[in-house]
């Protein structure tokens, strides 16, 4: 039979001897690779990252006591020539600028400084004036104004007073509730008993007193009221007990 003959060509197993050329880069794929970047920096820009923080140089010695007290940075500073010396300093923030200086009228080895009732206050311990074991003296927080001087350190109290307490020890507790603003007293007492707080808020609300051989009493930390009274020692036991506020329910 015959009929049309279509030559396919010769079949070979090798590669070609002439490959067809690699297709060349394109010129504008920098140009997209940037604008890709510039776009994702905008992107990061309107998310609202973090502002950076400014730091501020506050001078203070070594043995500085300080405080971050709302807008003002408090240092209590020792004199390079008498270190039982003190100047309290108040910084604002957050610029850093010197507000007041004044110097401390008391002398001591062992200081703190606190916040309580609107008032700065300077407490010094081991104080070398006599009779003073503890001493807090209280400044205006705007001004540094000298406002009063009691013994004792400062226990906030959640109604915005101070509580003075003093002793101790083989010494009696010396218990004194104030006015920040002038150191008017308003209730106080002396005990041989265990002295505890319970805290509520932003400072404490009740007192809770521990008698060696007695009962337990509570009282309002701002009125000095009693507002309950138990003993809570087991039945002959004689135990002299030790006292840990956990809750109270006045």
């Known amino acids: 039979m015959t009929g049309p003959l279509i030559d396919l060509g010769e079949l070979r197993h090798t590669s070609d001897a002439d490959p ?72 604002r923030l957050p610029d850093g600028g010197l507000l007041w200086q004044t110097p401390v009228p008391v002398q001591g080895r062992a200081w703190g400084v606190s916040s309580v009732g609107g008032v700065l206050l300077a407490t010094v311990h081991e104080s070398t004036m006599p009779g ?11 001004t540094g104004a000298y406002q009063w001087q009691q013994p004792g350190s400062p226990v906030e109290l959640a109604d915005g ?12 507790f010396g218990l004194r509730a104030l006015d920040p603003c002038c150191g008017t007293v308003r209730w106080q007492m002396t005990t041989d008993a265990q ?11 009740r007192v809770v007193l521990k008698q060696a051989d007695g009962p337990v009493e509570v009282r309002d930390a701002g009125t000095g009221a009693v507002l309950a009274r138990a003993d809570v ?4 036991s004689g135990w002299p007990g030790v006292m840990q506020v956990v ?3 006045w």
């Open 20 to 91: 067809l050329p690699r297709p060349p880069r394109s010129a504008g794929r920098p140009l997209r690779c940037a604008l890709v970047l510039l776009l994702l920096l905008a992107t990061l820009a309107s998310a609202g990252l973090p502002p950076r923080r400014d730091v501020v140089n506050i001078p203070a010695g070594l043995a500085a006591e300080t405080l971050l007290a709302g807008d003002l940075f408090v240092v209590l500073d020792p004199s390079p020539a008498q270190p039982t010396q003190r100047t309290l300093r108040a910084f």
């Open 132 to 142: 003073q074991g503890t001493l807090s003296v209280a400044f205006d927080r705007d």
């Open 233 to 236: 020692r087991p039945p002959g």
């Open 195 to 205: 002295v505890s707080f319970r805290y509520g808020g932003h400072g404490a609300d």
């Open 247 to 249: 809750a109270t329910c």
């Open 161 to 172: 007073t101070v509580l003075m307490q003093d002793g101790g020890g083989d010494e009696p």
